[in-house]
């Protein structure tokens, strides 16, 4: 398979390594998509790597919206999106995308009437496996999903979990490069979310997929991504790697004490410091920019006679970074707004 | 590293994908699958046309039996004068091979568009309410691909409402006419019936995809096919009744197909009076709008706008 230019004419795009970088499994140049006057995306340039990326954003962001334009199911008003080296300009690179692609779409898409083997060996041989080929290779991804027995039932009696699993298998049925997962986890109990999440983190993680994961819930993305993007309203606010986003920062502390807590939040916050208690009741202290670093909290504590049982830098959340990036995301707007 | 909560062990495909022309059938064939499995609607949908197959091939070999003068219970026997005569007799009153076929046709008409209609309605407006296109064109397949797979589904339910009835009957007659002959001698007969078969599955197939691909409620494309059917045909017949001109009667499909039939066949029948160019017209012009519409609608489950 010969890949496409950035134009989806043949040429010589890959997606090989350039200089030791690894070539982004999508690079979105510009990219609007408008509904009318309903603005889904509003110029998102970035480029996501290989391995699992998360995309994250609440209801209404554009994820979906994204995923369309990935496949070429949606045409972009302006710009370019360019997918494991092809941009779905027409229809011969949108059919070559579709190759490499593995789509799980969010809505329940899966036709009533017919086994999961069948929706699975028909989808199969649709993408261009031969008979044989697409019957051996739809009961390697049940048994993979562990659609057991229920392979041979009609759909009309799974459960939503069974749903979403057969959705995955006919995703994974001609073994893409690429999987798009949009919202897996939808509707799932928490043993079928936990189920879910292990395969698509078995996949990202252990067979070297590249994996987009859509979803609005943040454990999961946390739990099954290396990297991610959040989408607000159509742009893209936070992008990058998640052990880098959360990683511990330097200026904020979690201090124990033994005893006298108040006393020492007292006298921190009379020397400016930003100071708050977790549930535990350690002290959080950001320090104010004028202090280098915590040997001035223990010179406090000293003074106040208070005795410190620990001193560790406080290591962020995705969630604690996800809300922070949409405030000030909201901040920004208010005041262009103004 | 194994993820903790499932136990099977990816496996990598080491086959590789091909271009398939026949995808179009692969889509077809799983839709043929689902409708073999309701079976109670099978069953009175092609309970009629069944036992109206069985009836016409029963006469037409009776037919020629008669004619042979070797009816059943007489076989063996030398035909006297007295079983020539009463074979004649039969003969005369069982008609003609041809019209015992036209009759069959036309009469299984009515089963066509109601098979048809039922298995059809849904095949789009369903992928339309589960959003199904999505699996179908995240896979290398054009919305060409996609809406031949439908109408031969769809044909397929109707070709087993008169295509397969026509040609039971034409086989029947061909096996008891005295060697071969009506196979040899009407052979041209047989292939218009065949077309005309055909031409009004190919016809209905379209019209009932374009209805179903422009509402995502199977039942919506269902009511609307037959409302739209019915109300063309009451109306125009109405229509010419009441004004006196039989150019009303164009509005209704069943009596352009009427016309395109005698012309065919060389047949004339009671209140089809104008040529068969406007028939053609009519029939043309309302192929071409459900073309048009399931072009149309067949893109935006392609590329959404």
């Known amino acids: 398979m010969t890949p496409n230019a950035p134009d989806g004419t043949p040429g010589s795009a890959s997606t090989t390594e350039v200089a030791g970088e690894p070539e982004p499994i999508v690079r979105l140049q510009g990219l609007r998509k408008s509904f009318g006057n309903v603005h889904a995306l509003r110029g998102l340039d970035m480029e996501l790597p290989p391995g699992p990326v998360g995309l ?156 987009l994961l859509c979803s609005h819930l943040l454990p999961d993305v946390e739990r099954t991504c290396d990297n991610v993007v959040v989408l607000v309203k159509g742009q893209a606010i936070l992008q990058g790697s998640i052990a880098e986003l959360t990683a511990a920062e330097s200026r904020r502390l979690r201090v124990g004490t033994e005893g006298n807590a108040s006393r020492l939040l007292t006298a921190l916050e009379a020397a400016s410091y930003d100071v708050s208690t977790d549930e535990s009741g350690a002290l959080i202290i950001t320090l104010p920019q004028s202090v280098e670093d915590a040997d001035e909290i223990c010179g406090i504590a000293a003074r106040e006679q208070v005795d410190l049982s620990s001193i560790d830098p406080v290591r962020s959340t995705l969630e604690e970074v996800f809300l922070k990036a949409v405030d000030d995301s909201e901040k920004k707007t208010e005041t262009a707004s103004v | 590293m194994k993820a903790t909560t499932h136990t099977e062990v990816y496996r990598r495909f080491d086959g590789e994908l091909r271009e398939r022309p026949l995808r ?96 059809g309605s849904g095949l789009i407006a369903e992928d339309r309410k589960l959003r199904a296109n999505l699996l179908y064109f995240a896979r290398p397949l054009s919305r060409y691909t996609y809406t031949a797979g439908k109408l031969m589904t769809v044909m397929f339910w109707g070709a087993w409402a008169v295509v397969a009835p026509v040609t039971i009957v034409c086989s029947v007659a061909s096996l008891a006419s005295p060697e071969w002959s009506f196979l040899t001698e009407r052979w041209d007969t047989i292939l218009k019936l065949e077309l005309y078969a055909v031409l009004w599955v190919f016809f209905h197939g379209i019209l009932v995809l374009a209805i179903s691909s422009l509402t995502d409620r199977r039942n919506r494309a269902l009511g609307g096919l037959f409302i739209f059917y019915f109300l063309t045909l009451a109306g125009s017949n109405a229509m010419a009744e009441l004004m006196s001109g039989q150019g009303w009667r164009l509005l209704s499909i069943p009596n352009n197909f009427k016309r395109v039939f005698d012309s065919l066949l060389g047949q004339t029948s009671p209140g089809i009076g104008w040529n068969l160019e406007s028939s053609l017209w009519v029939l043309g012009l309302l192929t071409l709008a459900s073309a048009a519409t399931l072009a149309r609608q067949t893109r935006k489950l392609e590329v959404g706008s």
């Open chain 2, 24 to 119: 179009s059938v692969t889509l077809a064939w799983s839709g043929i699958r689902v409708g073999f499995k309701k079976k109670l609607p099978m069953l009175l949908l092609f309970l009629i046309p069944g036992i109206f197959t069985i009836v016409t091939s029963f006469m037409v070999q009776l037919k020629f039996e008669a004619e042979a003068g070797t009816i059943s219970g007489m076989a063996g026997m030398e035909p006297s004068a007295q079983t020539m005569a009463m074979g004649a007799l039969l003969s005369s009153q069982i008609g003609q091979v041809e019209s015992l076929i036209f009759d069959l046709i036309t009469n299984m008409q009515f089963f066509v568009v109601l098979s048809m209609g039922w298995y």
């Open chain 1, 56 to 211: 994250l954003g609440p209801n209404g962001a554009g994820k979906t919206t994204l995923i369309g334009l990935l496949l070429g199911l949606l045409e972009p008003t302006e710009g370019t999106a360019i997918v494991a080296g092809l941009q779905p300009t027409n229809r011969s690179a949108r059919i070559e995308i579709s190759k490499r692609v593995g789509y799980m779409p969010e809505s329940d898409c899966l036709l009533p009437g017919m086994t999961a083997v069948e929706i699975v060996s028909a989808l199969a041989k649709l993408t261009g496996l031969s008979r044989q080929d697409a019957i051996t290779r739809s009961h390697e991804v049940l048994d993979y999903v562990e659609l057991d027995e229920a392979r041979y039932r009609t759909l009309d009696g799974y459960s939503t979990g069974m749903k979403q699993r057969l959705k995955l298998a006919q995703a994974l049925v001609h073994d893409p490069e690429f999987l798009l997962l949009d919202e897996p986890t939808n509707g799932l109990d928490p043993a079928g979310r936990r189920h879910m999440l292990s395969l698509v983190e078995d996949l990202g993680r252990n067979q070297n997929k590249n994996v």
